[in-house]
């Protein structure tokens, strides 16, 4: 894959439905146009991230992203399995609840065409979107290049039609209402931007895609480099475009308590017929993307469990199409039950479990490579090392801290839950710490 396609890849899984749901959370979490300062915090932390990323996916290009890069850094015979067995351990979580918020998302959407559903009802399409992915992907996919240009059309369409027309009907009075404490550096104004930095890192989560697929990569110390810096500024633009359009139009006091915040922008640019179009496309985005999201994450625990590093019930095929059924079914069933917890609830576990078992440990890898792994090739080094990864490390305890006590309580205890469950596996199977 050379340069172009691979950017945009990237940027098409970056994408997904995220940015549709996200605006009213983040405006929410500081209660005024000031929480847009939360994309400036998630570019620079995924930048910083991402050169961490970059060297990492240049040395290892054809290793398997996290799992290979922490069990290499800290050794394939001690803590480095248990880096790995973590990082597998926190996709059957991740993997879920990220497909979980864009059916949660979907049912949100759809009830600007059903305004009378009800709470349960919501739930269960959420459900059922999960359900529904899960049974197509129970079988041999041919049709997920088909997929990826259906999902890239709808986003391009969704993304141009917003931006152009709240450019064209943009109000800086609206936009920029900004409340009397709006920049009073209080203890309340550093915890809500440190929400609406975490809310802004699901949106950008994703960047590091590139660097699963680095084994198939033209010149991946120079691709793999380029593709995730730019897939971040590119994106950034985008992304603030699309907030300050919305909120352009769409009075920020309205827009934060918004279930469907596209639909109602085109709705007042354009009447509700329009509204209902676009909430048709949003639909499309947010199914495709739960497709998406579960293929990915459905294979990952299968190749760990294939090399004998995870619980063996995920290597299994099915018997005649030869896909990962155990995992595809665990997964979509996980992903359902998730469903039961709300948009910002989902996407503030997933990143403190994201953050806890993979993101904060690859800085330290990175840091670990360079001084102890002199025989692995550096073909690409971050610059001004190692002031991004610490950088990056910073800005994952910060978002740690501003993430909710309940939340972080629920990351350790999954983190906690996998080391205890590494530990069992390990002592029936001789391995580090109990022997080699």
């Given at each position: 894959m050379s340069f172009f396609p691979a950017l945009a890849s990237n940027m098409l899984n970056m994408?997904?439905?995220?940015?549709?749901?996200?605006?009213?959370?983040?405006?929410?979490?500081?209660?005024?146009?000031?929480?847009?300062?939360?994309?400036?915090?998630?570019?620079?932390?995924?930048?910083?991230?991402?050169?961490?990323?970059?060297?990492?996916?240049?040395?290892?290009?054809?290793?398997?992203?996290?799992?290979?890069?922490?069990?290499?850094?800290?050794?394939?015979?001690?803590?480095?399995?248990?880096?790995?067995?973590?990082?597998?351990?926190?996709?059957?979580?991740?993997?879920?609840?990220?497909?979980?918020?864009?059916?949660?998302?979907?049912?949100?959407?759809?009830?600007?065409?059903?305004?009378?559903?009800?709470?349960?009802?919501?739930?269960?399409?959420?459900?059922?979107?999960?359900?529904?992915?899960?049974?197509?992907?129970?079988?041999?996919?041919?049709?997920?290049?088909?997929?990826?240009?259906?999902?890239?059309?709808?986003?391009?369409?969704?993304?141009?039609?917003?931006?152009?027309?709240?450019?064209?009907?943009?109000?800086p009075q609206r936009a920029f209402s900004f409340p009397s404490e709006a920049f009073h550096l209080s203890s309340g104004f550093f915890l809500g931007l440190g929400a609406a930095t975490l809310i802004s890192t699901y949106d950008f989560s994703g960047y590091f895609n590139i660097c699963l697929i680095g084994g198939e990569v033209e010149t991946p110390a120079i691709t793999i480099p380029r593709t995730i810096v730019l897939s971040i500024a590119t994106l950034s633009g985008v992304y603030i475009a699309i907030s300050l359009a919305i909120i352009g139009v769409v009075p920020w006091r309205e827009a934060i308590t918004s279930m469907a915040i596209i639909s109602d922008f085109t709705a007042r640019l354009y009447g509700p017929s329009a509204a209902a179009a676009m909430t048709g496309l949003i639909l499309w985005i947010a199914f495709a993307s739960v497709f998406c999201v579960l293929l990915g994450y459905t294979r990952v625990p299968f190749a760990a469990a294939v090399q004998g590093q995870f619980f063996s019930p995920f290597a299994r095929l099915h018997a005649r199409r030869g896909f990962p059924s155990f995992s595809v079914i665990a997964m979509g069933i996980l992903s359902a039950v998730a469903c039961l917890l709300s948009l910002d609830a989902l996407i503030r576990t997933l990143i403190v479990v994201q953050i806890i078992t993979q993101l904060a440990p690859q800085c330290l890898a990175v840091m670990v490579m360079r001084q102890r792994r002199l025989d692995v090739p550096k073909p690409f080094q971050m610059p001004l090392y190692p002031l991004p990864a610490l950088a990056a490390l910073a800005g994952w305890i910060f978002v740690l801290c501003c993430s909710g006590r309940a939340y972080l309580v629920a990351g350790v205890i999954v983190t906690i839950a996998g080391v205890l469950a590494y530990l069992l596996r390990a002592k029936r199977r001789r391995e580090w710490p109990f022997g080699i």
């Open positions: 994408v997904g439905v995220g940015p549709f749901l996200t605006v009213p959370l983040i405006l929410g979490t500081m209660r005024g146009p000031q929480s847009l300062l939360g994309w400036i915090c998630g570019t620079l932390i995924s930048l910083c991230d991402g050169l961490v990323w970059s060297e990492l996916g240049a040395a290892m290009p054809a290793s398997g992203g996290s799992y290979e890069y922490l069990r290499r850094a800290f050794g394939p015979k001690s803590a480095g399995n248990l880096m790995s067995f973590l990082f597998v351990w926190q996709v059957v979580l991740v993997g879920p609840l990220t497909a979980a918020s864009g059916g949660v998302g979907f049912a949100d959407y759809a009830r600007y065409w059903m305004p009378q559903m009800t709470d349960v009802q919501h739930t269960v399409l959420a459900m059922s979107v999960c359900i529904a992915v899960t049974f197509l992907l129970y079988r041999d996919i041919r049709a997920i290049g088909r997929i990826s240009q259906v999902l890239w059309v709808g986003l391009v369409v969704a993304i141009g039609i917003i931006i152009f027309s709240g450019a064209i009907h943009f109000s």
